[in-house]
């Protein structure tokens, strides 16, 4: 029932955006040497189109995160935006979770300098949804209790320029117990064009997590220690991991692609000393993807 109350939340503040930006106003100053500035509430005007990537991908990622088994998982590859405007972002390696998010821009500053680079920074509400984490995933699980899947609404912030992306992304999830824990998330990317079919990408991320999220999936209880032997651990907030990936998608056809993804991260702080990762699993955590998608 709380992640139904979440998402209709969601839905009624992206609903008010989505009124809103009727009454955006736009300020822009140009200059001579074809430099422009805008800002403004509400969604920026794009003269690029609709674009994205609908497909499907098997992954290879760690039973729950901290695990030292991997498991192979089938999952929907969506990445669709109007450049700007919004985005929808299925799950990616990134995270362990299965996390997809959608944002909606409600204020915008750009940039430009014509015909060499643009720089942007994009402000908004966005929902982050997450899948949760299942007993039995793996036997180490047993007794700590599930984590229902959940979705929670907060805030993003992109900047971009050339070939550089920045975000920042903060926003609830549930953390079993009936609490819901915050976890932030920053990553950076930087994508390069080989040829007309190839591009790679190289990227960093890290994440923050307060003391009911760190709890929820890091922590063992003393109920919870009774039932199943680990040690009683209280997860406290800090940073939560760190890694690097690399990505790269090749074109077969107009509409079709095939996309791979590889990355490793470390798991940092109370995350890493959890008893469910440092004495029954490891915080170094490898994930990887292979996918193939319809592109538009």
């Given at each position: 029932?709380?992640?139904?109350?979440?998402?209709?939340?969601?839905?009624?503040?992206?609903?008010?955006?989505?009124?809103?930006?009727?009454?955006?106003?736009?300020?822009s100053?140009?200059?001579?040497?074809?430099k422009t500035l805008?800002?403004?509430?509400?969604?920026?005007?794009?003269?690029?189109?609709?674009?994205?990537?609908?497909?499907?991908?098997?992954?290879?990622?760690?039973?729950?995160?901290?695990?030292?088994?991997?498991?192979?998982?089938?999952?929907?590859?969506?990445?669709?935006?109007?450049?700007?405007?919004?985005?929808?972002?299925?799950?990616?390696?990134?995270?362990?979770?299965?996390?997809?998010s959608a944002g909606i821009t409600l204020l915008h500053i750009t940039y430009s300098d014509e015909p060499n680079n643009t720089t942007q920074l994009l402000i908004g509400p966005f929902i982050r949804a997450n899948s949760g984490r299942d007993k039995?995933?793996?036997?180490?699980?047993?007794?700590?209790?599930?984590?229902?899947?959940?979705?929670?609404?907060?805030?993003?912030?992109?900047?971009?320029?050339?070939?550089?992306?920045?975000?920042?992304?903060?926003?609830?999830?549930?953390?079993?117990?009936?609490?819901?824990?915050?976890?932030?998330?920053?990553?950076?990317?930087?994508?390069?064009?080989?040829?007309?079919?190839?591009t790679l990408s190289s990227g960093l991320s890290t994440s923050w997590a307060d003391d009911d999220y760190m709890q929820g999936y890091f922590g063992v209880t003393n109920t919870q220690a009774a039932s199943t032997g680990l040690a009683q651990f209280d997860g406290k907030a800090g940073f939560k991991d760190i890694g690097i990936n690399f990505r790269a998608t090749y074109t077969l056809s107009k509409h079709w692609v095939i996309d791979g993804q590889m990355g490793y991260w470390r798991l940092l702080n109370d995350a890493a000393d959890s008893p469910i990762v440092d004495k029954e699993g490891s915080a170094n955590q490898v994930r990887g993807l292979v996918g193939l998608s319809y592109q538009f």
């Amino acid at each position: 029932m709380k992640s139904l109350s979440i998402i209709g939340m969601a839905a009624s503040v992206l609903s008010c955006i989505t009124m809103s930006s009727a009454f955006s106003q736009d300020a822009s100053g140009d200059n001579p040497g074809g430099k422009t500035l805008s800002a403004g509430i509400g969604f920026p005007t794009s003269a690029e189109p609709l674009r994205g990537q609908v497909g499907v991908g098997i992954s290879a990622l760690p039973d729950y995160e901290g695990s030292n088994d991997n498991s192979a998982a089938a999952f929907p590859l969506i990445d669709i935006e109007q450049p700007g405007t919004f985005f929808v972002k299925g799950a990616s390696i990134n995270t362990n979770d299965g996390l997809t998010s959608a944002g909606i821009t409600l204020l915008h500053i750009t940039y430009s300098d014509e015909p060499n680079n643009t720089t942007q920074l994009l402000i908004g509400p966005f929902i982050r949804a997450n899948s949760g984490r299942d007993k039995d995933d793996n036997e180490i699980l047993n007794g700590l209790g599930d984590i229902d899947a959940s979705a929670g609404v907060g805030a993003f912030m992109m900047l971009s320029s050339g070939s550089l992306r920045f975000n920042l992304a903060a926003a609830p999830q549930d953390a079993g117990d009936n609490n819901d824990g915050l976890l932030v998330t920053f990553d950076a990317a930087y994508t390069s064009s080989v040829s007309n079919q190839l591009t790679l990408s190289s990227g960093l991320s890290t994440s923050w997590a307060d003391d009911d999220y760190m709890q929820g999936y890091f922590g063992v209880t003393n109920t919870q220690a009774a039932s199943t032997g680990l040690a009683q651990f209280d997860g406290k907030a800090g940073f939560k991991d760190i890694g690097i990936n690399f990505r790269a998608t090749y074109t077969l056809s107009k509409h079709w692609v095939i996309d791979g993804q590889m990355g490793y991260w470390r798991l940092l702080n109370d995350a890493a000393d959890s008893p469910i990762v440092d004495k029954e699993g490891s915080a170094n955590q490898v994930r990887g993807l292979v996918g193939l998608s319809y592109q538009f």
